[in-house]
Each structure stands twice: as C-alpha cells, then as structure tokens.
C-alpha cells in the first residue's frame, strides 16, 4: 500500500500494509495485542521448514544465492538485466522461480505456487526482508 499524500520528502518511502484478519483476532489486537508470533518469527520458521536453507545460506552461495542483504538491492539477471530486490520480485521468486533467474545459478529452485498460502508467503518475505539491504538500512536510519 503506498501513501496517497505528498506530505515532503522520502514520499516513495512511505509504504503502509493493510491486513486482514478475523473478528476475534481484531478485537484482541483492539484491545492491546494478539497471542501470536511476530510474522519475522513466523516467516524464520517456514524458511527453514520448507528447506530454503538447504540453498539459501550465508556460508555457501553453491545451489542458490545468499538472501542477506538482498532486500532493496540490485540483481543481476541471468539475461544480463537487472531487477531491484523488492517484494514483488522475492514473491516472484517464491512462485515462479525461473522468471527472473539470477546470473550465476541454475534453474534448480521449484516452484512454491500450490504448496504455500499467501499468509505464509508474506511471512516469508517479511523475514527475508528483515535479513537487511539496502531499503532495511534506510528506513531505520529515518525517525
């Protein structure tokens, strides 16, 4: 969701998230605070749940390339474009990896179309936006 105001500089920056939810889970959080995990959490755990660390680490970049720092970066693709690393394009990535290929790796990564819900997709892309980039670094720069 992006800001429909122009009220000063960084506008493009100003993003906001609409998210819906039941009732109930509502008027807990109305009321102070829902009982569950942060979607970062969330996120962490269906990455590892779903093997995604089998080729997306930090120590060997071997099958798949690393997801630390990516957020808000440029990638390379493998048809000599690039792409920015923004939420689209990890969601791309989830669905239909062979899309946008990054330069370097092989087409080896399936598809997460049928097997993950949105709710669960958000949560990925939420953890892997909190391993840093350069969007990350901005915005906890800004008040």
Not at 24 to 45: D, N, V
Not at 81 to 104: C, F, W
Request: proline share 5%; charged share 20%; with cysteine.
């Amino acid at each position: 969701l992006f800001c429909a105001e122009y009220c000063g500089t960084s506008h493009a920056s100003m993003r906001g998230r609409v998210v819906v939810m039941k009732q109930e889970e509502f008027e807990r959080w109305l009321a102070g605070g829902t009982q569950e995990e942060p979607m970062i959490s969330k996120g962490e755990q269906l990455f590892a749940r779903f093997g995604c660390l089998t080729c997306h680490s930090q120590v060997s970049q071997e099958r798949g390339p690393s997801l630390h720092g990516l957020f808000g970066s440029t990638v390379r693709l493998a048809d000599g474009s690039t792409v920015t690393a923004d939420e689209r394009y990890i969601r791309e990535s989830i669905v239909s990896p062979n899309a946008a290929l990054v330069a370097g790796y092989k087409p080896l990564m399936p598809t997460y179309a049928q097997q993950i819900s949105q709710e669960q997709l958000f949560q990925i892309i939420e953890y892997i936006k909190s391993l840093g980039g350069p969007q990350v670094a901005a915005a906890r720069r800004s008040p």
